[in-house]
């Protein structure tokens, strides 16, 4: 059984509300990309891009502290990879299904129907694009599930044929090819590539593979303190970066992830695993909330397309416009929506 990290369970509270904060800025890309390269608002959006590279690593490191030898990679790929896949199956239904025209639906005996034979259409409408289907799924915030299965799948096989050296290797060759045809692609050192880098390995198998490495270090209290460096300086070079980039390529300021990106999500990594919270916070059930953050993260869409339509719908209904009352709700939202399902047997599995 591995040992609860009250640190780790206090970012992942952080970088959950960072997503939601990132998808449900009521200031447009259009609006974000028309501010100076250092206003307040593009620089919370930039940071809050600490997330999902903690996700990532987070993920590495509990693999790399579930394998215990060789012996245990199979077992341990098997039982996460079959979860992920399972959840990315099911949350792709549930959000090709015409979720937020269920209110409008008149109650009849062919309802039910109707509403599967939409599903149906959407499904077939997605699978047109096999590839981008298989990575992204029915929503574009999906791609986290293929793209963590993808990086532990291969890192077990690195790890499993004693190549973890090469892995290293292979994860920064991928992270640079990445980066170069994402953030940097309309630069002269740029190259075409005709997919979102995001998904895939090449932008979380860095991030998975340092986890993993972090889960053979000896914790000491001095590596929070590196992590809070790496964060911080992450931070400063990433909005250079991109201040840069945009000056001198008319790259946009708006960007998944950039070079710099690596240093800050590596460092919230470091500050989850070897930091402890104060006791006032330790003594709050975090890990009870902490187990329900995947879930909130699968569910958080749902709240945002149904404030969006609601919004369309009922024009005085402004919450889409309001910077306080849309994310609030939202995470609100999921939170609650995420402790039921927690709490009903047959739902559990799709939010754990």
């Known amino acids: 059984m591995q040992e609860r990290l009250a640190g780790v369970d206090c970012m992942r509270l952080f970088a959950t509300v960072a997503v939601i904060l990132l998808h449900t800025t009521p200031v447009s890309i259009s609006e974000l990309e028309n501010l100076n390269s250092f206003s307040p608002a593009l620089l919370i959006n930039q940071f809050s891009r600490f997330a999902v590279p903690f996700f990532f690593s987070i993920s590495g490191y509990f693999w790399g502290k579930s394998i215990e030898n060789n012996r245990s990679i199979f077992k341990a790929w098997k039982k996460s990879a079959t979860r992920l896949g399972l959840l990315f199956v099911a949350w792709t239904v549930i959000y090709a299904t015409p979720y ?122 001095i590596l929070m303190r590196y992590g809070l460096a790496l964060l911080s300086v992450g931070f400063f070079a990433q909005a250079f970066e991109l201040y840069i980039l945009n000056k001198n390529y008319g790259v946009l300021k708006i960007q998944d992830y950039c070079f710099s990106t690596y240093l800050m999500g590596i460092g919230a990594a470091m500050i989850g695993i070897y930091s402890a919270p104060p006791l006032h916070i330790r003594k709050v059930n975090l890990a009870r909330i902490s187990d329900l953050t995947l879930g909130i993260y699968l569910v958080h869409f749902i709240f945002i397309d149904i404030l969006i339509e609601l919004s369309s719908a009922f024009p005085s209904f402004g919450s889409v416009k309001n910077p306080y009352f849309f994310p609030m709700i939202v995470i609100l939202s999921s939170s609650a929506f995420t402790t039921i399902l927690n709490l009903k047997k047959p739902f559990k599995w799709l939010v754990r």
């Open 100 to 221: 937020t025209q269920a209110f409008s639906f008149p109650v009849q005996s062919d309802t039910a129907f109707n509403f599967i034979k939409q599903t149906y259409w959407n499904l077939l409408n997605l699978s047109s694009h096999p590839l981008i289907f298989m990575l992204e799924g029915s929503k574009s915030h999906l791609w986290f599930l293929p793209s963590l299965l993808i990086c532990l799948s291969i890192s077990s096989v690195f790890v499993k044929r004693n190549f973890a050296p090469a892995l290293i290797i292979v994860s920064i060759l991928l992270y640079i090819t990445g980066v170069l045809g994402k953030s940097y692609s309309s630069t002269p050192y740029g190259i075409d590539i005709n997919i979102n880098t995001r998904d895939g390995p090449f932008f979380g198998l860095i991030f998975f593979v340092t986890g993993y490495y972090l889960s053979r270090i000896n914790p000491s209290g």
